[in-house]
């Protein structure tokens, strides 16, 4: 199986900053994979696709670059709706796997 | 819109069997553009990925979990279906059903709201 690290676990900012969350795949995944946001008691809700392309109704303050094992989202300028958690998930190989979450929070 | 709904008995005794099901409203299961998938979440913790099963009725396990899983579909109640067996304290977890395109390679675009499945004598 590919374990997928996220990194930080948990990060804390401010409305309006620029934050970055880290996704590293322990073998090369090439750019299959996915982010998504899930808001306490929610189901997951995907945000990015094949690495960087934003999925439909997305705002575009969500982006995500990276390719082969290193994979970060960046959210350009941080509103109150996004603070949460997010998951990276690989597609390259089965099983389909998750990293752990990033928890962003308020500072 | 197509919408999916889980729902479950809530509490399961361990060794028991687990069952599970996915009502798709909104549209048709058989459809040849998706397919569909059990992820579950135990409590705190991250998503796991049980299984998938394509509209031809080709089924996709996680290794782990494949000699208790079985996905169905249920075409004329346009349900899909998870059996998981002999299920342990470590099988507690809220169990989401989700959509696949068919064109859009193994990420999930729509899922539903979940279920929390416990289980505990």
């Known amino acids: 199986d590919i374990q997928m690290t996220q990194s930080p676990s948990t990060l804390s900012a401010s409305v309006g900053d620029r934050v970055t969350i880290t996704c590293r795949a322990g073998?090369?995944?090439?750019?299959?994979l996915a982010w998504y946001q899930q808001k306490p008691g929610k189901a997951p809700k995907l945000l990015i696709y094949?690495?960087?392309s934003l999925q439909s109704g997305v705002p575009s303050r969500f982006s995500g670059s990276g390719s082969g094992t290193e994979f970060t989202l960046t959210i350009s300028s941080l509103q109150p709706d996004d603070f949460t958690t997010y998951y990276c998930?690989?597609?390259?190989?089965?099983?389909?796997?998750f990293g752990q979450g990033t928890k962003v929070e308020i500072k | 819109q197509l919408q999916l709904q889980e729902s479950g008995p809530g509490l399961v005794k361990p060794s028991e069997t687990l069952f599970l099901t996915c009502t798709v409203s909104?549209?048709?299961?058989?459809?040849?553009?998706?397919?569909w998938a059990w992820i579950r979440q135990p409590p705190g913790k991250g998503l796991e990925w049980i299984g998938s099963?394509?509209?031809?009725?080709?089924?996709y396990y996680n290794s782990s979990l494949k000699s208790r899983v079985t996905i169905s579909v249920d075409t004329p109640k346009n349900q899909i279906s998870l059996q998981l067996t002999s299920v342990t304290a470590a099988d507690t977890a809220v169990y989401y059903c989700?959509?696949?395109?068919?064109?859009?390679?193994?990420?999930?675009?729509?899922w539903g709201r979940g279920t929390l499945i416990t289980v505990s004598s």
């Open positions: 998930q690989q597609y390259n190989s089965s099983p389909w796997t």
């Open positions: 099963i394509s509209y031809t009725g080709a089924t």
């Open positions: 094949k690495a960087s």
């Open positions: 073998q090369s995944i090439s750019g299959w």
């Open positions: 989700a959509r696949r395109e068919v064109s859009a390679f193994w990420y999930f675009d729509l």
């Open positions: 909104g549209g048709s299961i058989s459809s040849s553009r998706y397919f």
